[in-house]
């Protein structure tokens, strides 16, 4: 079992920054892939930011040159840096992983975060 946990989310005035964490806990061996997505009121579940083992990236064309995600490996821990933070980037925001290996073998599944709240203020 692989359990999520997300933190540093919270209230920031539009132009201001953030940066989230997550902690991936359980018996795991190694994570292949590690992700953000986000959920506005009346909206549906978006992809933010992933990052693979090997540190390859790809990001949501609306927080390009203003977001970045990066990982510790050996801490099995995902960051996102939200910089220029607008009022639109306000969502819980999830943190994901794919791919992963446990102790008992590969999981084909995907487990998520119980998401942490990111609101900006106009």
């Known amino acids: 079992q692989v359990q999520l946990v997300e933190s540093g989310g919270g209230l920031v005035q539009a132009g201001g920054s953030l940066r989230l964490s997550c902690v991936a806990s359980?018996?795991?061996?190694?994570?292949?892939?590690m992700g953000w997505y986000r959920q506005a009121p009346g909206k549906q579940r978006e992809l933010v930011a992933r990052?693979?083992?090997?540190?390859?990236?790809n990001y949501a064309d609306s927080v390009k040159e203003r977001f970045t995600i990066s990982r510790d490996n050996a801490k099995n821990t995902v960051f996102l840096q939200m910089s220029s933070l607008k009022p639109e980037d306000t969502a819980v925001y999830y943190c994901?992983?794919?791919?992963?290996?446990?102790?008992?073998?590969?999981?084909?599944?995907?487990?998520w975060g119980k998401g942490t709240l990111v609101t900006v203020s106009s």
């Open positions: 994901n992983v794919a791919g992963v290996v446990t102790v008992t073998g590969y999981s084909g599944m995907d487990y």
């Open positions: 990052i693979a083992r090997d540190g390859g990236t």
């Open positions: 359980g018996s795991i061996f190694r994570i292949n892939v």
